[in-house]
C-alpha cells in the first residue's frame, strides 16, 4: 500500500459521517463500502493527489469504497490524457468490477471525459462490447459512456444500434439509462 493511499484513507476516515453512510447507501443501493464522505472533500483530495495519476488511481480502484473509486475516477478524468492507452486498459478492468450505478455513470463518463474527442472509434468499440454483455453494468455502462456522443449528429446512429438492442433490458438501470440516452436525443431533435 502506498504512502499517498494511506493519507487518503486516513483523510476519509477522519471526515466520515454516519448520517452520509445511510443516505448515500439510500441513494446508491449495492454493498459496497461508504465511508461517508461528502463530494467537496473527494474534490480535495483529487486536486491534492492527482499528479499520482495512474498508479494511485489503480490502487484506490481495488481498495474498493464508494470514495477511494470516485477519487480514481477523478484522477483519471484530470489525468487520462497523459497516457490514453493506459487509460483505456484500465477502463477495461475496472467495467468489470462496477457494483452500482454511480460508479457505472462515474467510469463512463468522467472516467473518459479526457479521451472522447481522440478515442471515439475506441469508446465505439468497446461501447459495442458491452452491450452485448450478460453483466447489467456493463449493458448500461454501454449507454452511459456514449453519452457526450448523443450532442454529435454524426453519431446517433451508431448509439441508436445499441439503444435498440437494450431498449427491452429487463434490468432496472438498463432500462434508467435506455431513456436517458433517449431523451437526449429527444431535446436535439
Not at 28 to 36: F, L, R, S
Not at 81 to 107: E, H, M, Y
Not at 156 to 172: F, S
Amino acid at each position: 500500500m502506498s504512502d499517498a493511499l494511506t493519507e487518503i484513507q486516513t483523510e476519509l476516515t477522519a471526515k466520515a459521517d454516519k448520517k452520509n453512510i445511510a443516505f448515500f447507501t439510500m441513494m446508491i443501493p449495492g454493498k459496497q463500502k461508504i465511508y461517508g464522505v461528502k463530494t467537496p472533500v473527494l474534490n480535495e483530495l483529487v486536486k491534492q493527489y492527482q499528479s499520482f495519476s495512474f498508479d494511485l488511481a489503480e490502487e484506490l480502484w481495488e481498495s474498493g469504497a464508494q470514495e477511494e473509486k470516485v477519487i480514481a475516477i477523478k484522477i483519471m478524468e484530470k489525468m487520462g490524457k497523459t497516457n490514453p492507452g493506459r487509460l483505456l486498459k484500465l477502463f477495461k478492468k475496472f467495467s468489470k468490477q462496477i457494483d452500482n450505478w454511480a460508479v457505472c455513470d462515474g467510469l463512463g463518463m468522467q472516467f473518459l471525459r479526457a479521451v472522447v474527442k481522440t478515442h471515439e472509434r475506441e469508446i465505439f468499440t468497446l461501447a459495442e462490447k458491452y452491450s452485448l454483455s450478460k453483466d447489467p453494468w456493463q449493458k448500461r455502462l454501454s449507454l452511459v459512456m456514449l453519452e457526450w456522443y448523443t450532442r454529435k449528429g454524426e453519431h446517433h446512429t451508431a448509439i441508436k444500434k445499441i439503444v435498440k438492442r437494450l431498449e427491452n433490458d429487463e434490468e432496472y438501470y438498463v432500462k434508467k439509462a435506455v431513456v436517458w440516452i433517449k431523451k437526449n436525443f429527444a431535446r436535439g431533435e
